[in-house]
């Protein structure tokens, strides 16, 4: 398997390395924040945030100012996509100064994350509005087929008013799944095995999806990823937390790495 490289929390050094890379990769940014570049198109995903949750990483300033600033590898994004509103995965004012300056890019989001930018009729070019349906909405720009896929928030008791938006992403036969804020829910696993089919090659899943055995056999089963990425990892120690996380799937015969350090670096082979 392919070794997962990162540099540890120095943005200057992240941006160095990045600048240096021409693979096919998959980057942290921060909490769910990634940067994926695959055959030649770039696309983020909830990677412009902060919050007031000091429990999980928000995107770094310097970082921040790298993405907005159109900072190689961030001079051309073709596609961004936010899976929901909660201010770890999405701010609306950093979301709007990124349209500005990157008029390239399309973004794709829910309909409640795109209600919060207000004032941005100007930027309805580059907007897709996304009206969940159960078995999601299909699209295909430019080399990357996508696959928005409504699932129920976590802690669906207080969040069922949340539009959670998960997203499978093929580029030319090589698939990634990123599926926010999910619940551990049949209903969810079963809306996700649908869409993948015969599974994914790589399935960025909230570690709440590592919880137990049980919950680990169940995405064994259903979501059948070549490589299992966990993300939404609370701020600790990363290599007690990953030590633990990685014990646990053992017994699984799981490829997993855990997205803890800003500017891990996962190649994408298929």
């Known amino acids: 398997m392919s070794k997962l490289l990162f540099t ?3 943005p200057f050094l992240f941006i160095n390395f990045l600048l240096s890379q021409e693979k096919n990769q998959l980057v942290y940014i921060a909490n769910e924040g990634i940067l994926i570049e695959q055959d030649g198109k770039r ?3 909830d990677a412009l945030h902060k919050s007031d949750l000091k429990v999980y990483q928000f995107t770094q300033i310097a970082l921040r100012q790298n993405i907005l600033g159109k900072v190689k590898p961030f001079d051309k994004v073709d596609l961004f996509l936010i899976t929901h509103l909660h201010g770890d995965h999405f701010s609306p004012v950093m979301m709007k100064d990124f349209l500005e300056k990157h008029e390239e890019t399309i973004l794709m989001a829910p309909n409640q994350v795109v209600d ?3 004032n941005a009729a100007y930027l309805a070019g580059q907007i897709y ?4 349906t159960d078995k999601g909405l299909m699209y295909e ?3 990357i087929k ?3 896929l409504p699932l129920i928030h976590s802690y669906p008791q207080k969040n069922a008013w949340i539009e959670n938006m998960a997203y499978l992403l093929d580029f030319n036969g090589l698939t990634i799944l990123h599926i926010g804020d999910a619940e551990f829910l049949p209903e969810n696993l079963n809306r996700i095995q649908k869409a993948i089919g015969k599974g994914v090659d790589y399935a960025l899943l909230p570690d709440w999806f590592f919880e137990d055995e049980e919950s680990i056999a169940q995405v ?5 990823a070549k490589k299992y990425l966990a993300m939404h990892v609370m701020v600790t120690k990363p290599g007690t937390y990953e030590r633990r996380l990685k014990k646990r ?3 699984f015969n799981m490829d997993l790495n855990v997205l803890m350090r800003v500017g891990e670096i996962q190649p994408l082979e298929k």
């Open 116 to 118: 919060t930018m207000k």
């Open 129 to 132: 509005p996304l009206n969940g």
């Open 141 to 143: 720009m430019d080399g």
């Open 8 to 10: 540890l929390f120095f």
């Open 220 to 224: 064994n089963k259903k979501i059948k």
């Open 43 to 45: 696309v983020l995903i």
């Open 146 to 148: 996508i696959h928005a």
């Open 249 to 251: 799937v053992k017994d």
